[in-house]
């Protein structure tokens, strides 16, 4: 067991023990790697009566895949986290569900204590926010804990602020043939940096389909994780916008503009919200659909 753990700890996303909580949490326990990084573990016992969260239940998704075994096994599934038990907005759950990355875990401690304790909470959002706001949060206050949406990880416009960064944008990627995944890496760093934007908030790569093999793009990809999608010129084409053309792209791989056009493309006809930037042989754009915030149950 301790040598099963070991591995599925760094390897899996979600562990399900079944047996006692006591051995699954003294199995896990030497392998803890800290809030944002623990896959969700559930316990199950041996009659299939409990469904019990023990690591992750937010970020982790293993509150909510609780309910569903719960569900399914006709067992209860016993919740022990404080928001949920008295039914407290809880902000990494939210993220989770809402396709943002919690850039700074350490701090959700500062915004659920201040809601369990029944304190106002703030929140500042670079994106239009709808519906009505959980009770205890402000978007006006000054208060001592907040929370800011948006992909600027820098601002502090409270003392203890957490960082919620919508995982939207689409990097547009064009490059020469066999162009090394460190140049990919260097080139969609400096734009990323020129632009203001954190890695984080990449959800996917486009670029044209004759890249699809390219292996510099595909170890970038791989080694962040994030989806490859590729594009015909055609599809390329009929992008809507005005593009930074290349005559010398055109001729080549018959489209004026591949990292500008395969973002828009991926953010499904979204807006550019950094153009090309050039280097190493690498071209990278970024690109946005729009994206709403709403807080409500």
Known sequence: LPRFAQQA???CDLIVFVGAAGIAVRAAAPYLAGKAYDPAVVVIDEQGRFVIPLLSGHLGGANELAGRLAEGLGATAVITTATDGRAVFAVDSWAKSH?????????????????????TVGLRSAFPVDGLLPAHIDTKTAAESGFVIGFDTEVQPFPHTLHLVPRVISLGIGCRKGVSAGAVEQTVREALGRAGLPLAAVKAVASIDIKKDEPGLVSFCAAHGLPFAVYSAEELNAAPGEFTASEFVKSTVGVDSVCERAAVVNAGNGTIIARKYAKNGVTAAFAAGGYRVCLEE
Not at 99 to 119: Q, T
Request: aromatic share 8%; glycine share 8%.
């Open 9 to 11: 700890m760094v390897d």
């Open 99 to 119: 396709e943002c990355v919690v850039f700074d875990p350490e701090n959700i401690k500062y915004i659920s204590g201040a809601l369990l304790r029944g304190d």
